[in-house]
């Protein structure tokens, strides 16, 4: 362990107060209610293996993959411990020490590195989960419970599979989407990501078309690359870094007034880059400069104003506040008056609607049966609203509930914040 991570994890170990009010936030702890699987039994564990009073063990690497990371513990801290990044570096340690668990280490291999870290492999992925849908395969699979015979766990799974839409995101609009018939306020790049480029790509349609109804060019570069958020929480940072700094090179050679990304996940790691890459002679300013721009799609609308008024769309909507929203960038308020600045939406505040889903960026694929177990606490309340639409501004949260919807034979759809607003500005706009 370098110095630097070393004097890290002493800063948040001695800022810890040992008060216990992070305990109530966490889900893991309040699964189990054991102090180990808590956010303060975590920074103790963590402080002794940097002491080296206890060994690197397989029990200490599945405590410390057991937690979320849903950063519930920070907004409870009165210290303001910043748990989230004390447990993304641990996680690093343990993957340099080749410690990783055996599936989580085929995930990385496989999903993050082969195809997350590569925009064509990750477009080749999306053509071919696409292929697999709209031949019928993946249903024929689905229905038959063949997975089954093998585990009813990869049987699930399978249903967890984004919905590929086939048509990238990025191949399907021009670099430059210029303002129409409306006042041109400003110009924003605007980050097509990875998941959300093969799949869900109809929130990128909403965003880009809510923004320009409201004055912004928008800039889409094309040489761009996944953010990196998952390989850093994961103990990947090296490629997170990798990625990064090619973001860093494509965004800054494009003129804009703001960097704006329609998931939560994705703004939250990319208003860190300054901060992970704060060492770097070559990339800190650079890194600094860019996060400085970063602006989550619901902050950026609430913060500029919408000069185009919504026209009524009638829905009774509860909204679920995305972890890395609410607790890294600590979005709360602003979602939700967009929501009700639109006439005819009725919104029914969710019980606990900053409690973690249990997606968790890969969570629910490496600790699948963990994340049910959030999950089934997530949908018990989603079912107390009786809502026709389940809001949520994060890719991962996206496809989650909508398993979980599915899972528990309701009635719902799931949609971001702009797909509602897209759906409040009527056609007659475009022209």
């Known amino acids: 362990m370098d110095t630097s991570l070393r004097t890290h994890l002493d800063d948040i170990f001695n800022k810890c107060l040992h008060c216990g009010l992070c305990l109530p936030t966490c889900p893991t702890y309040n699964i189990d209610l054991r102090e180990e699987s808590s956010p303060r039994g975590r920074i103790q564990l963590m402080h002794a293996v940097e002491n080296k009073s206890i060994p690197l063990t397989k029990k200490f690497v599945d405590e410390i993959y057991y937690c979320l990371d ?197 703004s939250a790691f990319m208003k860190e880059y300054g901060k992970i890459f704060a060492d770097d002679p070559d990339y800190s300013q650079r890194a600094k400069s860019l996060s400085s721009k970063v602006k989550e799609i619901t902050e950026f609308l609430f913060e500029v104003g919408l000069t185009k008024v919504p026209k009524i769309y009638s829905a009774t909507v509860t909204y679920h506040d995305a972890c890395h929203l609410v607790h890294t960038q600590k979005i709360s308020r602003q979602p939700r008056e967009l929501l009700q600045n639109i006439p005819g939406i009725k919104l029914i505040e969710l019980p606990e609607s900053s409690w973690c889903c249990g997606s968790a960026g890969i969570y629910n694929v490496v600790r699948h049966e963990d994340s049910m177990k959030i999950l089934d606490r997530k949908m018990e309340n989603i079912k107390s609203t009786e809502a026709e639409i389940v809001v949520t501004a994060n890719p991962g949260c996206h496809l989650q509930l909508e398993y979980g919807i599915e899972k528990n034979g309701l009635k719902m759809e799931v949609l971001h914040p702009v797909s509602i607003l897209s759906r409040a500005y009527p056609e007659i706009l475009d022209h």
Not at 176 to 189: D, S, T
């Open 70 to 266: 849903c950063q519930a513990c920070e907004t409870a801290c009165p210290a303001g411990v910043r748990y989230g990044e004390l447990v993304e570096a641990m996680r690093n340690v343990i993957s340099e020490s080749k410690k990783d668990p055996l599936f989580l280490k085929i995930v990385k291999i496989i999903f993050m590195r082969g195809i997350l870290s590569s925009p064509v492999r990750t477009k080749l992925f999306g053509r071919i989960l696409g292929l697999y849908q709209d031949s019928g395969l993946r249903y024929a699979v689905d229905e038959s419970g063949i997975l089954k015979i093998i585990s009813e766990s990869l049987q699930e799974k399978h249903r967890l599979l984004p919905r590929s839409d086939r048509n990238c995101f990025d191949e399907s609009v021009d670099e430059i989407i210029p303002v129409q018939n409306c006042e041109k306020r400003g110009r924003v790049a605007f980050l097509s990501g990875c998941i959300m480029n093969i799949a869900l790509t109809k929130i990128h349609q909403d965003a880009i078309r809510v923004l320009n109804l409201n004055g912004y060019e928008v800039v889409i570069p094309k040489r761009q690359v996944c953010c990196g958020s998952l390989h850093s929480h994961n103990g990947d940072l090296e490629e997170a870094k990798r990625l990064a700094k090619i973001n860093i090179e494509v965004f800054e050679q494009h003129q804009f007034d703001f960097l704006v990304a329609d998931s939560a996940g994705c």
